[in-house]
């Protein structure tokens, strides 16, 4: 996972600081830009009252301790909670407004990353560690948001507060201020750089979080294998070295940024000492007014603060653009699946499905190879062979989760490609093996198949599915829960809600990808039962390993390494020999194995119990 992690940061890096910071603020500026002026104005106000408290510093020294002018000490006073009051608001009321902003932004981003990963193929998943998309979802939408609440507080706040209150430094002693700048060019150089060290670690950081996350949802997964292979001590090791990675990169980000503040501190200090040593020697050598001085060296002091911040600012920038470059780098990466600009609906009146001379290949080497095989309108047509020979494929194609390298998939004549999505997958439903229920009822999981159908049609489906008489005896009926994947049912339970769910969809084409190969006898037979009504007039295609399950189908199609090398019925098959009859010779010799060793076990227990009673 790592290096396809560094890989994608890698790509993002050739995108320059200015060029996200750039594209980050106009694809935002549009619709917030009246919020950001109103919080921009709002940082000029506490600006400005920054400024008056160092200014009135001067009247305060002058007027009430210099000219011990008692009048001007209610006046002065009065002056300062006024200033203090005004700046406290105006810090509430732009923090208030960022922060809404800001969350707005956090959840525009988490709604288009998801948009945009759901518009990909299943190539992309395939591809894609799940940890990286969780990580996407939740650590990049916000250093999305987090840049820019850098970027606006740092030139509307921070820049705003300093340009203030070196005007005040300046018309108070222009001299002085000159000797304070110089502080300015070791500051920046020192700070240049730590910026490569830090993007660099912050990219590592990204990649551990990522880990993380990965190991936890292996283990919410897959805690049944974890538990019965004794994986816990394993699992914890992964889980300790991802999390002290973390903890090691989050440590380094803290030091580099924390050496700002030894810099400026240092810096600082000597620009606060020879500010006082010059203008100490100015006010008692110079007779200088002792109030002009008071004020410059509080507007110093106060914009200290801000003038750090702003040196910080590239280092935490470059921290903060590590998840933007991540961000725009996953929307930017275009869906290998999209719809024909002039996509038509897909009119299925009959359900026939046709593969014309398709070629088809995940990786190097083709999976389906010049494949032309009719699927009759509302015929069983099964489809068998070998592990690796190209059946699951054939479906995945048919639902166009993936596009043939050659060749064409038609349904009733037209061109899947050239049908929209919605249209093309609301006239199939699909029934797997491993069947995936989603958190939430088994009403929500049922109504799947058709959002917005009547109560009685959801209880109508399930009978027909043969789950009608479990759920109504759970806890809540078709309101209860079904559990994270539908863990809190059996797997015939599992099932038949998924049969109760393509039943409601009423497609005409009906895709059957082992659904009954992990039952048990007793549930293969509710759901045996209820596929067969499932079947009734639709075009229905069948992968089964076990050719028991298919002796019955209309047309049986055996595929070897991605070619057509047999059709026809099970009993024309089984006749013309070939690679039909071989897998039904190993089929029939493993039972009749099975039914051999079951029946030795049996007189095994039977002569053990015997000895025991004499």
């Not at 996200?20 to 830009?33: G, I, P, V």
């Not at 040593?277 to 008692?284: D, H, L, Q, S």
């Not at 935490?316 to 930017?332: A, H, K, N, P, W």
Request: proline share 2%; charged share 20%.
């Amino acid at each position: 996972m790592k290096p396809i992690l560094a890989k994608l940061a890698g790509n993002g890096e050739k995108k320059g600081t200015l060029y996200l910071l750039k594209r980050l603020m106009m694809e935002n500026a549009r619709d917030y830009l009246w919020h950001y002026a109103f919080a921009f104005a709002l940082m000029g106000v506490v600006a400005a009252t920054t400024a008056a408290s160092a200014w009135i510093i001067k009247d305060v020294i002058n007027k009430i301790f210099i000219e011990r002018n008692s009048g001007m000490v209610w006046a002065i006073a009065l002056s300062v909670i006024g200033i203090y009051l005004v700046k406290g608001l105006a810090s509430y009321g732009q923090d208030m407004m960022l922060a809404r902003i800001g969350n707005n932004i956090v959840a525009r981003n988490q709604k288009r990353i998801y948009r945009h990963i759901l518009n990909h193929g299943l190539e992309f998943f395939q591809n894609t560690p799940m940890g990286d998309l969780s990580t996407r979802m939740s650590y990049n939408a916000q250093a999305a948001r987090d840049v820019l609440d850098l970027v606006i507080t740092s030139f509307g706040r921070d820049a705003t507060s300093l340009v203030s209150l070196i005007a005040v430094m300046l018309v108070q002693d222009p001299v002085l201020s000159i000797g304070a700048f110089l502080i300015m060019p070791p500051a920046v150089i020192g700070v240049s750089k730590l910026v490569k060290r830090v993007r660099k670690v912050a990219r590592s950081e990204f990649q551990g979080l990522a880990e993380i996350v990965t190991i936890v949802q292996e283990t919410s997964l897959g805690i049944r294998i974890i538990k019965a292979f004794g994986l816990e001590g394993r699992m914890q090791k992964a889980m300790n070295k991802a999390v002290e990675d973390v903890e090691r990169r989050s440590n380094k980000m803290v030091a580099l940024n924390a050496r700002t503040s030894p810099l400026m501190e240092t810096l600082g200090g000597f620009a606060v000492a020879g500010v006082i040593m010059y203008g100490g020697w100015a006010v008692i050598h110079l007779n200088k007014d002792p109030g002009s001085f008071f004020s410059f060296i509080t507007a110093l002091l106060l914009a200290y603060e801000p003038a750090k911040r702003l040196a910080r600012l590239q280092v935490q920038l470059e921290s903060g653009l590590i998840g933007v470059r991540m961000l725009y780098e996953l929307l930017d990466r275009k869906p290998t699946l999209v719809e024909a600009p002039d996509a038509t609906e897909l009119i299925c009146n009959q359900g026939l499905v046709r593969f014309d001379n398709v070629r088809f290949g995940y990786g190097r080497g083709p999976v389906i190879n010049d494949l032309t095989l009719d699927f009759p309108a509302g015929k069983v047509s099964a489809l068998v062979g070998p592990s690796g020979a190209g059946k699951s494929t054939i479906l995945a194609l048919i639902e166009r989760f993936y596009d043939p390298k050659r060749g064409r998939v038609l349904i009733d004549g037209q061109d899947i490609k050239d049908v929209t999505f919605v249209s093309l997958r609301q006239d199939i439903a699909l029934v797997t093996q491993d069947t995936f229920l989603f958190q939430g009822s088994v009403r929500d999981n049922i109504l799947t198949g058709r959002p917005g159908a009547t109560e009685q049609e959801v209880i109508d489906a399930a009978i027909a599915a043969n789950a009608h008489e479990f759920i109504v005896e759970m806890q809540g009926g078709y309101d209860a829960n079904v559990g994270e994947g539908g863990g809190r049912l059996s797997g015939g339970q599992r099932q038949r809600v998924a049969i109760a769910r393509a039943m409601l969809r009423d497609a005409k084409v009906l895709l059957l990808d082992e659904a009954t190969s992990a039952l048990d006898s007793m549930s293969e037979s509710k759901v045996q039962e209820a596929l067969q009504r499932l079947m009734k007039g639709r075009t229905t295609i069948v992968i089964a390993h076990r050719l028991s399950t298919v002796r019955d189908a209309d047309v049986i199609h055996v595929l070897d390494k991605g070619r057509l090398v047999q059709s026809g019925s099970h009993a024309q098959l089984l006749a013309e020999g070939g690679l039909y009859s071989h897998l039904h010779a190993l089929q029939f010799r493993e039972a009749a194995d099975n039914v051999a060793d079951e029946a030795a076990a049996q007189e095994g227990r039977k002569a053990t119990s015997i000895a025991s009673v004499a």
